[in-house]
């Protein structure tokens, strides 16, 4: 496992709603030409306090999730919990918690200082993904199988944590 590309977007907050959807949607479909995907996972919403907030959150993830379906990409969703348990190895692990993991599990990937907590999400969204896919890889069938904790030591996590993340997925 390596990290091919990480970021985020971040539309202008002064302009108006529909034209931060439109550059969500076409920023997206741009990084989905430029880079091969296999599939997409993302976090399922959760419902917090303030309902504008989530509707809003919704529109600009059918805006996405539209960019992703155009390309026929397999979209595949988890819930928070199951990520954190995935990832952690426990499903109300702690957001600082989660960053450390995912830097365990991606040893020599660049994680920049000022990128919010969500990019670090977003990736363990992806390792979610590969912990649900267990000893399977994405578009290879030769019947070999690497264990999930197998692939994070190759990627230079320590053995105690790898096993650790391995047991949070069974």
Same mark, same amino acid.
């Given at each position: ?17 529909? #034209? ?9 479909? =741009? $990084? $989905?030409? &430029?880079? #091969?995907?296999? #599939?997409?996972?993302? /976090?399922?919403?959760?419902? %917090?306090?303030?309902?504008?907030? $989530? ?5 600009? !993830? +059918? ?6 379906? @155009?390309?026929?990409?397999? *979209?595949?969703?988890?819930?928070? @919990? ?6 952690? +190895?426990? %499903?109300?692990?702690?957001? /600082?918690?989660?960053?450390?993991? *995912?830097? =365990?599990?991606?040893? &020599?990937?660049?994680?920049? /200082? ?17 912990? @649900?896919? +267990?000893?399977? *890889?994405?578009?290879?069938?030769? %019947? ?5 904790? &197998?692939? $994070?030591?190759?990627? +230079? ?5 790898? @096993? !650790?993340? =391995? !047991?949070? *997925?069974?």
């Amino acid at each position: 496992m390596r990290l091919v590309h990480a970021g985020f977007l971040r539309a202008e907050v002064k302009e108006p709603f529909h #034209e931060r959807l439109l550059y969500l949607h076409k920023a997206l479909d =741009q $990084l $989905l030409q &430029d880079h #091969e995907v296999d #599939e997409v996972s993302v /976090e399922t919403p959760f419902y %917090g306090v303030n309902v504008k907030s $989530l509707m809003q959150m919704c529109h600009a !993830r +059918g805006s996405l999730l539209a960019a992703v379906a @155009r390309h026929g990409i397999p *979209v595949h969703e988890y819930a928070p @919990r199951e990520i954190k348990k995935a990832v952690v +190895g426990n %499903g109300n692990a702690s957001k /600082e918690q989660v960053v450390f993991m *995912v830097k =365990q599990a991606l040893k &020599d990937a660049v994680f920049e /200082e000022d990128w919010p907590l969500d990019v670090t999400d977003a990736i363990a969204t992806a390792l979610c993904r590969a912990h @649900r896919l +267990g000893n399977r *890889v994405v578009g290879v069938d030769d %019947g070999s199988t690497v264990s999930f904790a &197998d692939r $994070l030591i190759a990627a +230079g996590a320590t053995t105690e944590a790898a @096993r !650790r993340a =391995q !047991r949070g *997925v069974r």
